[in-house]
């Protein structure tokens, strides 16, 4: 969800993102662009950058071009970013920046497509509960912190999906309707 004014006022360039946006901002240094979201703001001068911002779920900022400014609204902490720094943000742990991260990894949802790099299961199932509308159930709970890395073309069906991360981490799934859930094969 982007909610933007009708016109943007004399001093900034302000956005509300709850969700994933790509942004390519013109350079203005009189008027910064700055991206709010529930936990964070993100201000920039001309650049390429993507916000990740659902509401209880890992904050993120990646940065393709030229440099941003994030800054969190708990605790009034900023970090500066330079190309393809990452950071990673949530209420409990702050900030946690990863640097040397490929576009590619960062990119793909432009596309269509899903990629994670050592993230845990239940991110992962956020994304597909995003992607396929469904509900997933993981039992045990624990499960969740399992860490997979995986990539699934748009046109992969849950089925696949589901399939293929089966295989790599050996648990059973069952989907009726729009539930799906997901056994460990180890008691």
């Known amino acids: 969800?982007?909610?933007?004014?009708?016109?943007?006022?004399?001093?900034?360039?302000?956005?509300?993102?709850?969700?994933?946006?790509y942004f390519e901002v013109t350079k203005d240094h009189k008027h910064p662009f700055i991206v709010?979201?529930?936990?964070?703001?993100?201000?920039?001068?001309?650049?390429?950058?993507?916000?990740?911002?659902?509401?209880?779920?890992?904050?993120?900022?990646?940065?393709?071009?030229?440099?941003?400014?994030?800054?969190d609204l708990e605790r009034n902490r900023?970090?500066?970013?330079?190309?393809?720094?990452?950071v990673l943000y949530t209420l409990d742990k702050g900030f946690k920046l990863q640097t040397n991260v490929s576009s590619e990894e960062?990119?793909?949802?432009?596309?269509?497509?899903?990629?994670?790099v050592e993230e845990s299961l239940g991110t992962i199932i956020k994304a597909l509960e995003r992607r396929y509308d469904v509900q997933i159930a993981v039992h045990p709970p624990t499960l969740n912190n399992k860490l997979f890395t995986c990539r699934f073309k748009q046109e992969a069906t849950l089925v696949?999906?589901?399939?293929?991360?089966?295989?790599?981490?050996?648990?059973?799934?069952?989907?009726?309707?729009?539930?799906?859930?997901?056994?460990?094969?180890y008691p």
Do not use: C
Request: proline residues 3%; charged residues 30%.
């Open 1 to 21: 969800k982007l909610t933007y004014p009708a016109s943007f006022g004399s001093n900034k360039r302000e956005v509300m993102l709850q969700g994933e946006g």
């Open 36 to 71: 709010h979201n529930p936990t964070l703001d993100v201000k920039v001068l001309g650049t390429k950058f993507n916000v990740k911002a659902y509401l209880g779920e890992i904050s993120s900022v990646f940065l393709k071009e030229g440099k941003v400014e994030v800054s």
């Open 160 to 185: 696949q999906v589901l399939d293929l991360l089966k295989d790599t981490r050996e648990f059973t799934y069952k989907i009726e309707n729009k539930k799906v859930n997901i056994y460990s094969r």
């Open 78 to 86: 900023k970090i500066i970013l330079h190309p393809s720094d990452k």
């Open 106 to 116: 960062s990119d793909s949802w432009r596309q269509g497509e899903l990629a994670f």
